[in-house]
């Protein structure tokens, strides 16, 4: 196989592994932005948090890699949980720039919080010896831990269709999506299903979080530092809509994996000079349903 | 003409502009600053730049309602330039200011027109996007702006050819100060003015404000320009005093703070986004020399509870008090 083309499918197995990471990360927010129409700039600390307490288990109870990430990921969850039922009141009453002071406020807390307990040092998860090498394929090389994150995403995503497809809370929460008035009339507790949907958008933030820490290593200012990639990532795939975050999530992580191998001079630049011609062709985003 | 009814023009001609003894009061601040506060005139001057941008904020934020989180674009697309025309073309600092304003403004003319298409979370999307991208060009084109390492070694003019920048910051404060002074009154004038007050009508309403005849965009544009320009101004100074122009102008960091600025301070006002400058900028130099990790903490506690208690801020709480001493 000739060598340019090995090279670019290694990228591409890449920048999809990296994209499902975006993706995972970033589809709890589409739901609380597009949806409940909270700016929640809080969600990507989320996934710092799933991040740590991952990492914690594994440092201080010496659990293994695959029990320490279910446990981090529903102490996560219960963490949002208690956050929506509480502090998120006061959130939901405000507009949309107190909403986006309010949660940016919260991510603060939740850094000086981090830095004071895990340090202020950039830290990431050991990976398992299971995840760690590569495979040879048709001379090709693919890291083991990629393709593990590939299929990580690729299962949550199937199981998040199927679950919003097939199930009576899925359907709920089509309905409470589609019309909160008319679904509250016909007797669904739509506040308790956006409650839940939250809580599992930030325990797929926290999953992303804790397996993407080769791609984006933790540290305190995590939910800061990669808040501007998440919410992109969200207006890029159109607010509201799990497809569209999809398609962006995978879109921007190929085009910057792409971009940082092959015009490395211009790095980081031309992911936000992707998104600016998107958002400028379509304001809405790809798959944009509220404007 | 006698000069008291000279002297009461002179108050009229104040009080129709709205001044008032909050800005008074920070004249006074400003001057006591010069006279007691000599080891702090550095930390004085940013505190003057922030209110500067701040400004600019306000404008845009308060009195446009064009909701940014990428205002950091327009004070270091000033700064650059500033620091650029210092370098390459001469180091007078009120032509350097000039250029700063114009550059700023320019981007903002520009990326005004993607941005005023939109409202809302995309348009809070789409100024964090343009910050960002500038940021990333910032740190791409090394060989004009130094990448992480910041651009210095330009040299800045005596004032007029007059007041040398010395080491003490006497001369960048004052300086500074002056500026501020203009950039107050030229937005007095300009939000009393009838753009202001249609701005004003199409943040309320912007509806109505159409099928009044007031040409939307057009004015929306004219305010974002000049909000740009203005926090350019601001940029061109912090480059001028400081001798250094970083990365950190275009971050994020920059734009999330001078929102918490306006936040703490009150938008729509002026003097709230004055108030939020010195509050912020004071409270954080103190405590980040303190306890940098847990004045973040508070940071963020103060601004849950301002938001929840106090939505129009510092200067929100102040036009209550006095309204309400009005009616004693």
């Known amino acids: 196989m000739p060598n340019a083309l090995s090279t670019f499918l290694t990228l591409t197995i890449d920048g999809v592994s990296y994209g499902m990471m975006l993706f995972l990360i970033s589809v709890g927010l589409t739901i609380t932005l597009g949806v409940m129409r909270v700016v929640n700039l809080t969600h990507s600390a989320f996934a710092m948090i799933g991040g740590f307490i991952t990492l914690w288990l594994m440092k201080s109870a010496g659990m293994h890699f695959f029990v320490a990430l279910p446990v981090g990921v529903l102490a996560t969850m219960a963490l949002s949980l208690v956050l929506e039922r509480t502090l998120y009141q006061w959130v939901y009453k405000c507009d949309p720039l107190g909403q986006l002071l309010m949660t940016i406020g919260m991510t603060f807390v939740v850094t000086a919080v981090v830095k004071n307990l895990a340090g202020p040092q950039i830290q990431s998860i050991v990976l398992p010896e299971a995840l760690l090498g590569q495979w040879s394929v048709m001379g090709l090389n693919i890291s083991v831990y990629r393709v593990f994150v590939l299929g990580l995403s690729v299962a949550v995503a199937g199981a998040l269709w199927l679950c919003l497809e097939y199930t009576t809370f899925g359907a709920r929460l089509r309905a409470a999506v589609d019309n909160p008035r008319m679904a509250r009339c016909v007797g669904i507790n739509v506040p308790l299903v956006f409650s839940i949907t939250f809580a599992i958008g930030c325990g797929l933030a926290a999953l992303g979080g804790a397996v993407g820490t080769q791609m984006l290593p933790l540290e305190p200012y995590y939910g800061l530092k990669y808040l501007v990639l998440v919410l992109i990532v969200v207006a890029v795939g159109g607010l509201g809509s799990l497809k569209g975050s999809l398609y962006s999530a995978l879109l921007l992580g190929f085009i910057d994996t792409m971009g940082r191998y092959y015009i490395p001079a211009l790095g980081g630049f031309i992911i936000y000079l992707a998104v600016l011609a998107i958002l400028l062709v379509r304001p809405r985003g790809l798959v944009g349903r509220i404007g | ?328």
């Open chain 2, 1 to 328: 003409m006698t000069t008291q009814s000279d002297a009461h023009r002179v108050v009229q001609a104040f009080r129709r502009q709205r001044y008032n003894l909050a800005d008074l009061a920070l004249v006074l601040a400003a001057a006591l600053t010069l006279l007691f506060g000599e080891y702090y005139l550095a930390l004085a001057a940013f505190v003057v730049i922030m209110a500067i941008f701040a400004l600019s904020l306000d404008l845009a934020q308060g009195y446009g309602g064009i909701e940014s989180l990428g205002h950091a674009a327009f004070f270091g697309v000033g700064a650059y330039a500033a620091a650029l025309y210092a370098l390459h073309f001469s180091s007078e600092p009120v032509s350097g200011l000039l250029v700063a304003a114009v550059a700023a403004g320019v981007v903002g003319l520009v990326s005004g027109f993607a941005v005023l298409r939109t409202q809302g979370l995309t348009q809070l999307m789409l100024t964090l996007a343009i910050a960002t991208l500038l940021y990333e060009l910032a740190n791409v084109a090394k060989a004009i702006t130094n990448g992480d390492d910041g651009l210095s070694g330009y040299d800045v003019a005596p004032v007029f050819g007059l007041f040398q920048f010395d080491i003490y910051g006497y001369t960048g404060f004052v300086y500074a100060f002056v500026v501020l002074v203009l950039v107050y009154a030229l937005l007095k004038k300009l939000v009393n003015s009838s753009i202001g007050q249609t701005a004003q009508g199409i943040r309320e309403n912007q509806t109505r404000m159409r099928m009044l005849g007031v040409p939307v965009e057009r004015r929306l544009w004219v305010l974002y320009t000049i909000s740009a320009a203005l926090a350019g101004v601001a940029g061109g100074l912090s480059a001028q005093i400081n001798r250094i122009v970083g990365l950190d102008s275009l971050a994020f960091t920059l734009s999330a703070n001078v929102v918490v600025m306006l936040a703490l301070g009150g938008t729509g006002r002026l003097y709230g986004a004055l108030f939020g400058a010195i509050l912020f900028v004071v409270l954080s130099d103190r405590a980040a020399a303190i306890d940098p990790t847990n004045w973040l903490a508070v940071l963020g506690v103060v601004l849950i509870l301002i938001v929840r208690y106090a939505p129009d801020g510092l200067a929100g709480f102040v036009a209550r008090w006095s309204a309400k001493r009005g009616q004693k």
